[in-house]
């Protein structure tokens, strides 16, 4: 009986160690603040309201009557949606569960882009989250490009305080004549402000809306040190929650269905409440930024000799 009871203590001392050491492998934890919650400000889509097939169809598959849909990678394709219309400027949101397990090279991406029309002089709003060689720690990119600026990365890199896999978390970009925004289940975790430093890189012209998952192998996690292992696929991400709203235009002459001019009183995300950061905002955007951002191409002094003209505000 004393043999049994030191075991029984022995093991369970083992098992209390090893979830300590588990819990202090993935970070430390922390309580997001409260904030405005901006998605309870629009109506939410089904998907074959708002989506059609990018590519790698027979990887699509719409589920929950119409409201979600599961995109999959595996050897033979990934999958990605594209919204039916195209946007100058708006609020788009997308509630998002990624892939447990071994993803390294996996990278589901949620991003705004019109390089079909404008291959050359492309405007793109990204955010892009990236597996990882250990289990749950994907990563939040987010990036900007305007008028083809492709030739300087403007990311900016941050550990989630959550473990993406387990449910659905909110991910949106705003996007307007002010700001963007990038947020994180409301909390905003990136501003772009619209300014002189920023207007010639400034998004500017209509985009469509994608949601992708794809085979990143040859830069997604140290420069492609550890590529898809496709022994572990399919890898699969699921997509609910959205919301598309603003200035629609014409697919056929790029025509907004509400001119500048008078964006102030039709496009829904150009009011007050759109234009600038609440208090909560700041303070949300505060500890994001503080406690979770781990790169900002505005630090990278070795990648720029010169710094681009924006992170002098910084």
């Known amino acids: 009986m004393a043999v049994f009871h030191h075991n029984f203590i022995l093991t369970s001392l083992l098992i209390f160690l090893r979830n300590i050491i588990v819990a202090y492998s993935r970070g430390p934890v922390?309580?997001?603040p409260n904030v405005d919650r901006l998605t309870?400000?629009?109506?939410?889509?089904?998907?074959?309201q708002s989506y059609n097939v990018f590519f790698g169809g027979a990887n699509v598959h719409v589920t929950n009557n119409g409201?979600?849909?599961?995109?999959?990678?595996?050897?033979?394709?990934g999958s990605g949606l594209v919204s039916k219309n195209k946007y100058y400027y708006g609020f788009f949101n997308a509630a998002i569960k990624l892939p447990a397990g071994f993803t390294s090279?996996?990278?589901?991406?949620?991003?705004?882009s019109n390089a079909d029309i404008f291959p050359h002089k492309h405007d793109e709003i990204d955010i892009e989250l990236l597996g990882h060689e250990k289990r749950r720690e994907w990563v939040l990119q987010?990036?900007?490009?305007?008028?083809?600026?492709?030739?300087?990365?403007?990311?900016?890199?941050?550990?989630l305080w959550f473990d993406p896999t387990q449910g659905f978390h909110d991910y949106t970009i705003l996007w307007n004549?002010?700001?963007?925004?990038?947020?994180?289940?409301?909390?905003?975790v990136r501003e772009v402000v619209h300014n002189n430093a920023t207007s010639s890189v400034y998004p500017s012209k209509p985009m469509s809306v994608y949601a992708t998952i794809w085979d990143a192998s040859q830069w997604a996690t140290h420069g492609g040190k550890y590529p898809v292992n496709y022994k572990f696929a399919p890898?699969?991400?699921?997509?609910?929650?959205?919301?598309?709203?603003?200035?629609?235009?014409?697919?056929?002459?790029?025509?907004?269905?509400?001119s500048k001019s008078s964006l102030s009183s039709i496009d829904p995300v150009d009011g007050e409440q759109f234009s600038k950061l609440s208090s909560q905002q700041i303070s949300g955007l505060e500890w994001a930024r503080r406690k979770h951002m781990f790169y900002s191409y505005c630090q990278d002094k070795p990648?720029?000799?010169?710094?681009?003209?924006?992170?002098?505000?910084?």
């Open 30 to 32: 922390y309580t997001p």
């Open 40 to 48: 309870d400000r629009f109506s939410r889509l089904s998907v074959n």
């Open 67 to 77: 409201t979600s849909a599961d995109l999959s990678l595996d050897k033979s394709s």
């Open 105 to 112: 090279g996996v990278v589901v991406a949620y991003y705004l």
């Open 142 to 159: 987010t990036n900007i490009y305007g008028n083809g600026s492709v030739s300087t990365g403007r990311e900016e890199k941050f550990y």
């Open 177 to 188: 004549n002010h700001h963007i925004l990038f947020l994180v289940d409301n909390i905003p």
């Open 235 to 258: 890898f699969v991400t699921s997509m609910t929650g959205i919301e598309m709203e603003g200035c629609i235009v014409n697919s056929k002459n790029m025509a907004p269905s509400c």
């Open 303 to 314: 990648r720029y000799k010169v710094l681009p003209q924006e992170c002098s505000a910084k």
